[in-house]
């Protein structure tokens, strides 16, 4: 006899599959992903056979929250880039990922994990973020709202980094405040933090052509306080010592 499957049972099933994911979201991002599919279930409001027969698998139901939540994060940047200008749509949805990873799964880390996580329920999707957020962040460099030297994994990088800082603070305000401080060094204004010269006073350090290491000659850095040094460094210095006479 062939059981017949109506639009009822196909729609009770898609219910219960939604409720199953937004109950292993909540659950993952209160608890950690090694809470049990049972504590899951009841969540949920549904059997432990529910969950099975939707999620084999404690992985494959950690995929699918995953694959869910960044699937929700594509749609988003893909409205904002729809509505807003390049360089709003780009910050405002960089800003999503960092609130969504903090409230939620550990978005941020699937988007840095290495090649060996994504399963086939999660690699499509995260090619999507992955080219949206470079779509994004090209249309705001030629709008002139973001750096040219900056590429995607810096910003996943950034994001990553955000995410966590943000999680830390208690003070939700202040750590926003923290995230956009950050965020703004992606901007074209902001200082070139990144070029070879030192980030110290410079009245406090200095190198002194004058003064030279008594080993190889290198001009040495000049402290306002302690000791004058004789060595650029810790080689330099045991090299010296070694050839002291033995008294």
Partial sequence: MTTVIGAGDRSDARRNRARVLSAAGEAFAERGLDVPLGDIARRAGVGAGTVYRHFPSKQALVEAVFAQQLGELVASGERRTARSAPTEAFF?????????????????????????????VLTATLARLHQLLET??????????????????????????????????????????LVRLTLDGLRPSAPAV??????????????????????????????????????????????????????
């Fill in 194 to 247: 990144t070029e070879r010269r030192s980030f110290r006073d410079s009245r406090s350090l200095r190198t002194d052509p004058a003064q030279t290491c008594e080993e190889c000659g290198a001009a040495l850095t000049v402290h306002p306080t302690g000791r004058p040094a004789r060595y650029c460094g810790t080689t330099c210095r045991q090299r010296a010592h070694r050839r002291r006479p033995v008294s």
């Fill in 136 to 177: 994004l962040l090209r249309a705001a460099q030629r709008a002139g709202g973001v750096r040219p030297d900056i590429g995607p994994d810096d910003v996943v990088a950034l994001t990553v980094g955000c995410a966590a800082m943000l999680t830390v603070r208690h003070d939700r305000a202040a750590g926003l405040r």
């Fill in 92 to 120: 405002g949805f960089v800003l999503d990922v960092v609130d969504t990873s903090r409230s939620r799964a550990t978005v941020c880390d699937v988007m840095s994990a290495d090649a060996s996580w994504p399963r086939p």
